[in-house]
């Protein structure tokens, strides 16, 4: 992979000024050290290895998505990828290629990727101060081969061997998608690769010690994020664009403390939390009203905390919005009590389903109107279910079969969210008029335990008293 030259506002380097480059450079010893999740990623990658002897297994970090020109998108390599590897966010190499190749008692495990730019003046010696994309001087210094098999505890060969690696006829499971040159080399096989997916996905349910940690990690600063958002709520008032006030103070601290962000902020005041993924954030806070705020700080090593506070703005619930709030409190109370190992993993949001349908049934409200009662139909206000599996991604383990995921049972070291909600639509005639344009979710993250289930953000308030008098305290 040649340097790629510069914009098209890039002046021509004079050879004079080319051979200076390759000139005076003072010889660099970094220390580098084992990352602290490789041993555990050593292990993943032997599971790996058992469930598909004699196959060649190729994992892509990814490579650099364009945003806008010759701006790209910061660089978070693929989950999969992260698990096998441990690699953290800001060391990660695009491009990089984890290949296990079958051997006669297991696999062989190497990652491809580009190395350091060199500044030899050999083929590749302008990349370090000519090529934006990937350039020392435009992106930053990356690792030396050396240091990333150092870093990573495994063989680092050079990106530029991969497409040889791949050629030899052995059995090839791949995850597709993520680089043109792996999708080349190796011809589809549709079963062989969902086969891949859903092993990589139901691998990642049970988090071991060292993800427990970085879950406490990424929760706590997004424990620390919330707490920063309560204190703004005054000067997000002031603002015409007040959501966008309370984005970027979270946005903030996730930067701060962690890689970044594990999904876009959701910072939804008034009726905008009737939209469930609301991310325009384009919008006022006004006393009186609610924040429906959904984030999460990803952690250095891309694990994401993922909560949810819905806060009165002035520090006070109106009546209507109490009553929604104590209903939505009361589900995920329900939901949280059927937390235990050996549990269906629908137990919670049945549990929380249950008491949304008695307590709107109780207040008079059916969906149906004035026709037979169907419960069924209470999901036109609650429009999800009531939580989701949490580790890499937000929405983790995707991939997984429906027997290890939605039709399974909890067991200690499974990490997820119980986030039950209301969302009464602004225009929905089914609901009464002081009930309309109310959204409310309450979320927080729990690790399953031997004999229940630590809920890791519970810093946070979460009773309605509890909140007004956090708001009430942070403003």
């Known amino acids: 992979m040649r340097p790629r030259e510069g914009a098209s506002h890039d002046r021509a380097v004079p050879p004079t000024l080319a051979e200076c480059f390759t000139q005076g450079w003072a010889k660099e010893v970094p220390a580098v050290t084992v990352l602290p999740g490789a041993a555990y990623a050593a292990d993943r990658r032997a599971r790996l290895s058992a469930r598909f002897p004699g196959e060649r297994i190729v994992v892509p970090a990814g490579g650099l998505k364009v945003r806008s020109n010759d701006f790209d998108y910061t660089f978070r390599p693929h ?10 966010g800001a060391t990660a190499v695009p491009d990089s290629v984890l290949v296990l190749e079958p051997t006669g ?13 060199p500044r030899d003046g050999g083929p590749y010696g302008t990349e370090f101060y000519r090529d934006r994309r990937y350039g020392e001087f435009w992106v930053g210094r990356r690792r030396t081969l050396a240091e990333t098999s150092d870093a990573l505890g495994l063989t680092a060969l050079p990106r530029d061997d991969l497409a040889r690696a791949l050629t030899p006829r052995v059995p090839t499971r791949v995850v597709r998608g993520l680089d043109p040159v792996v999708d080349a080399a190796a011809p589809p096989a549709a079963e062989a690769e969902a086969g891949l997916l859903a092993y990589l996905s139901e691998s990642r349910l049970v988090k071991d010690a060292w993800e427990v ?20 709520l005054p000067t997000a008032m002031r603002l015409p664009r007040g959501e966008r006030w309370i984005e970027g103070t979270f946005n903030r601290r996730a930067r701060l ?15 905008h939390a009737c939209v469930l993924h609301w991310m325009r954030n384009d919008g006022p806070v006004r006393d009186g009203e609610l924040l429906l705020l959904d984030a999460g700080v990803e952690a250095d090593t891309c694990y994401t905390g993922d909560v949810t506070r819905t806060l009165p703005v002035g520090g006070r619930f109106t009546d209507a919005q109490r009553q929604v709030y104590d209903l939505v409190y009361a589900a995920q109370s329900a939901g949280i009590a059927a937390l235990r190992p050996g549990a269906r993993f629908g137990d919670f949001h049945d549990a929380a389903a249950r008491v949304v349908t008695e307590g709107l049934d109780a207040w008079g409200l059916r969906p149906s109107g004035a026709g037979p009662h169907d419960s069924s139909l209470y999901g036109r206000y609650t429009v999800c279910g009531s939580g989701h599996m949490l580790g890499l991604d937000c929405h983790d383990c995707a991939d997984a079969r429906r027997n290890a995921y939605l039709d399974g049972v909890l067991e ?16 929905d005639l089914t609901v009464p008029a002081h009930l309309r344009g109310i959204g409310m979710r309450i979320e927080d993250d729990f690790l ?17 008293d509890d909140v007004e008098a956090w708001v009430t305290a942070a403003r």
């Open 79 to 88: 989950s999969a990828y992260l698990h096998l590897t441990a690699e953290q």
């Open 105 to 117: 008692t297991g696999h062989e495990a190497t990652v491809f990727a580009r190395p350091r730019s």
């Open 448 to 464: 399953i335990t031997a004999d229940g289930a630590e809920c890791l953000s519970s810093a946070l308030p979460r009773a309605a």
């Open 412 to 427: 200690p070291g499974h990490v997820l969210t119980v986030e039950p909600g209301l969302y009464f639509q602004p225009d």
């Open 257 to 271: 403390e962690g890689y970044g962000l594990g999904f876009e902020t959701i910072a939804a005041a008034g009726a």
């Open 213 to 232: 940690e970085q879950m406490r990690t990424a929760v706590g600063h997004t424990v620390a994020a919330f707490q920063d958002v309560a204190g703004e």
